[in-house]
């Protein structure tokens, strides 16, 4: 699959750091089959996914507040 390939080059050569996936803006929803080998390269590759599938035109926090990851935590989850 060229993503998987292009998602490897990347983090390998280039040092890209995570995978984001814009469900919404992609109409794809993030739990797709075809998003599937790009999570299993990720975990590979031990990168996060972002997964951005949503608005929020909430108005009562400030905007400008950020959040710092410090770390991920990997798990697999088996198919029922």
Request: charged fraction near 25%; glycine fraction near 4%; charge should be positive.
């Amino acid at each position: 699959m060229r993503g998987v390939r292009e998602l490897e080059f990347r983090v390998r050569e280039q040092k890209f750091v995570a995978l984001g996936v814009s469900a919404l803006v992609d109409g794809i929803p993030a739990s797709d089959r075809r998003y599937y080998p790009l999570y299993a390269k990720a975990a590979e590759l031990d990168i996060p996914v972002r997964i951005y599938s949503s608005m929020n035109y909430a108005t009562d926090r400030p905007t400008t507040s950020a959040i710092r990851v410090t770390s991920i935590r990997w798990r697999s989850i088996s198919p029922s």
